[in-house]
């Protein structure tokens, strides 16, 4: 699942008690812009790379029984 709008700031990796969150947002200003992939922990070990580019586009890239699957996610202020 993709979150937008997060605050929380720079680029980590948090692992939760049920899902682990790959997010990247801005280091420093504003808050609130950031963006997230949440992964069930189940298939926490299909994670193939996770790339986080700018503070609102990232990339999650993961093993499926059907192959591998890049996704993108970004996400622009409408304000």
Not at 11 to 38: M, P, Y
Request: aromatic share 8%; with cysteine; glycine share 12%.
């Amino acid at each position: 699942m993709a979150v937008q709008e997060t605050t929380w700031q720079g680029e980590a990796i948090i692992d939760l008690k049920t899902h682990t969150l790959l997010q990247t947002g801005q280091n420093t200003g504003i808050r609130g812009f950031g963006v997230s992939f949440t992964v069930d922990n189940r298939c926490k070990e299909n994670i193939l790379g996770f790339q986080p580019i700018s503070e609102r586009v990232g990339t999650l890239r993961m093993k499926t029984k059907f192959g591998k699957v890049t996704c993108i996610y970004t996400y622009t202020h409408g304000g």
